[in-house]
Nanobody, 124 residues
């Protein structure tokens, strides 16, 4: 069982930046796609970004140009650099692994090994 641990969340002002980290005990991201999702109170969990084993990256439209997903060289971590944060980015952010084909990469049901989440709050 692969365990993922997220960190890096916090309370920031609009326009600020945060960098989220997701670390595993092994080189999980050598074999699996790594994804970031978020869930705001009363809303469904939504796709944010993913990075495949090939290194190709994918983003939800509202974060394109502001968020960047990356992977550590040792393949046991992924990161989410979040710039120009907006109040609507407020949510709990989760990382997970997947073997999903490209057409399903945004589908949360195709992911497993979910972390416990890290809270991001953007407020003035």
């Amino acid at each position: 069982q692969v365990q993922l641990v997220e960190s890096g969340g916090g309370l920031v002002q609009p326009g600020d930046s945060l960098r989220l980290s997701c670390v595993t005990s092994g080189s999980a991201f050598r074999s699996y796609t790594g994804g970031w999702f978020r869930q705001a109170p009363g809303k469904e969990r939504e796709f944010v970004a993913a990075i495949r084993t090939s290194g190709h990256t994918y983003y939800e439209d509202s974060v394109k140009g502001r968020f960047t997903i990356s992977r550590g060289n040792d393949r046991n971590s992924i990161y989410l650099q979040m710039d120009t944060l907006k109040p609507e980015d407020t949510a709990t952010y989760y990382c997970a692994t997947s073997r999903a084909i490209l057409s399903a990469i945004r589908d949360a049901s195709m992911y497993f090994n979910w972390g416990q989440g890290t809270q991001v709050t953007v407020s003035s």
